[in-house]
């Protein structure tokens, strides 16, 4: 499950539009308040803590040894993992996305291109032998691995535009959610919740 926090304004020291992974839940009875208090757990995947609000880990008011054992946590600015309360959540991130798998099954083609070569475009076929939910996407580098600011260069980056036809008819599909056409550089994918079954083009 992850989460990405909102641009603009005061984020309590997180990165806006950056992705957080939400480790979990954890509902917690405070004394001093005398009530619950629902925490989000969460971690930044580069590893370092920046979130400054109410039980992140420099609140040692909100943070007594009892909570530390109770949420099974210490302090460490190292390991990217911290608390806040649900209601911060609610207001410093703009969506959750959850990945849910089962019994999915993967098909995959790998393909390399030399940017000298005179080949611009690709084709691949695709059979769905029965109507079902099918996602179909090409990722490949994205400018976020190119940074300037690490030294490297972009050279090997590849942005494709890409789109599914139904083959021999020539005819661009729309997908579930009214999009006919991909950047390979957003990593996304065309969603069909109920994919006819047939013969397709990429």
Known sequence: MTGAVMGGGDKQGLVTGHAFT?????????????????????????????????????????????????????????????????????KLFYNTIVGFYSDWKIARKDNTWDRKSSIKKFKWTISNPVAQHVNIGIAGPMRRQFSPRW???????????????????????????????????????????????GTYSL
Request: hydrophobic share 35%; net charge positive.
């Open 22 to 90: 939400v480790l979990g839940v954890n509902t917690y009875f405070d004394k001093a308040a005398n009530k619950d208090v629902k925490l989000v757990k969460i971690r930044n995947p580069w590893g370092s803590e920046r979130y400054k609000g109410a039980w992140s880990d420099k609140d040692t008011k909100s943070w007594t040894d009892e909570a530390r054992r109770a949420l099974n946590h210490q302090a460490n600015m190292a390991d990217g993992v911290f608390f806040m309360p649900i209601s911060n959540y609610q």
């Open 151 to 197: 030294g490297c260069k972009s050279s090997f980056q590849m942005e494709s535009f890409y789109y599914v036809m139904v083959d021999g008819q020539g005819k661009r599909m729309t997908d579930s959610n009214k999009r006919w056409y991909k950047w390979s550089s957003s990593n996304d994918a065309f969603v069909y919740n109920s994919l006819p079954a």
